[in-house]
């Protein structure tokens, strides 16, 4: 199918896509690497009478670091963060982690990370890594500038906390220190298919007792889930030896997480592929192997 007619414009300035996002009376869509949003113009789901190209605006291709926070502008691409080195720190192996299970490289050189933010898709592995580090999402529009915190911005399936006529602008997130490590790990039918399951977990870890667990769910809900029952299980319990042995025994807290994990954190629906008991088991299995790999990561 081809897209119904739009209207298209291409602001050179935030404030220029302000402008023209303000126009309530139309669906006005805002265009950046158009890998969500063209597909579904092709399909007709989605018909705009107005698109704004946001993709001339420089100013949103910034990736900086200040006051222990890395800031991603709207236009920076997937495949920026194939580089561990990208993004300071651990944070950097994170992203790196998770970006190459987005799609396949096309795909990663045009969309954005700040786009999968607006999407709001269950599956999306940056929603699931801004859940668990809870980055802050921010906004301009016709009320000003806000920040929205990521625990607050997933209302369900591909919608969001954004009000009409806002432009997201950046994600910040919280560098991650050196005693901290990461873990990504993602189950799926083909290479380019969507997550089934995928965990983003941090450890960070003193004197081999957990003192914090950050972990998110990736397509285990109707929305991004933090996995908090999992997490208070980890908190304060012995990290152990991950590396002696190739499985971990049942009694091991990662493995008591990734049950908890299954059984208290995740809403699993029904899919085509996989019905919820099938990954209820891939969500207890992938959270514990996730907290080892992130346990493995971290600096002694
Ligand atoms: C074959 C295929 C496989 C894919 N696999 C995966 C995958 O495994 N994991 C995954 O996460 N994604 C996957 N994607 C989606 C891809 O990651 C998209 O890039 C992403 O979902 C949206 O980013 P985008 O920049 O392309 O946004 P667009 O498509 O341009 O926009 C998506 C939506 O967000 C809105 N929007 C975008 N930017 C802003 C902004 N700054 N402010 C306000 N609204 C905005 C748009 O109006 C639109 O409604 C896949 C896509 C395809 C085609």
Redesign the pocket.
Known sequence: MKPADFDYTVPRTVPEALDVLADTGRDV???????????EMHLQR?RPDLVVD?NRITE?DHLTTDGGQVEVG?LVR?GRFESPHVVLGPLGRLFSLAVV????PP?RA???M???L??G?P?????AIATALDAGIRLQGPDGAREVAARDWFLGPLRTA?RPG????SIRFPLLGEDTGVGFIEHRRTH????QVAVAATLTVRDGVIEEARVALVNCADRPVRAHAAEQALTGAEAGSPRSGNRLPDGHPFVRAGRIAAEQDAAPLAEPYADPEYRRQAIAVLVGRTLRQASEGVAT
Not at 29 to 39: D, H, N, P
């Open positions: 869509r805002v265009l950046a690497g158009g890998q969500s949003l063209i597909l989605i946001i949103l709207a997937h299970n987005i799609a396949h795909i045009r969309g954005t700040v786009g999968s607006a999407w898709h599956a999306s592995e940056w929603c954004r806002e432009l997201i602008t380019f298919c969507f997550a």
